[in-house]
């Protein structure tokens, strides 16, 4: 089998193409036969007026709880992803070292995090 046919570029042409051609299919069996309605383009609202459309969300809480997933969870990629014996002569402690240094990153991170 050609490998030329695995090229990225090569698979973006042919799935742009075979894309393009599923949403020309598929617009052409459309119905476009419904008018349009007063109020059409605003929110749904259960009938009733919509006053207050614009709302203002509190990300505030949001933010530490999303940077302690980021921390642990990069922590624990770095940690679980070093492969054996990477260090040279360092030996078998040279992951356990980098290990210890993550941990160690995340308690501070944690404790900077959640403060008072």
């Not at 609202?45 to 949001?62: M, T, V």
């Not at 941990?103 to 944690?110: C, K, M, P, S, T």
Request: with cysteine.
């Amino acid at each position: 089998m050609a490998h030329w046919m695995f090229w990225p570029p090569v698979l973006f042409v042919v799935v742009f193409v075979a894309l393009w051609a599923m949403a020309k299919l598929l617009s052409g069996m459309a119905f476009r036969g419904a008018k349009r309605t007063a109020g059409g383009g605003e929110a749904y609202a259960c009938g009733e007026d919509n006053y207050d459309h614009l709302a203002q969300p509190d990300y505030s809480k949001f933010f530490p709880f999303a940077f302690f997933f980021t921390l642990a969870h990069v922590a624990t990629l770095i940690m679980t992803t070093v492969p054996n014996g990477s260090f040279g002569t360092a030996g078998t402690f040279g992951p356990f070292v980098l290990a210890a240094v993550y941990v160690l990153g995340v308690a501070i991170g944690l404790y900077i995090l959640f403060r008072r």
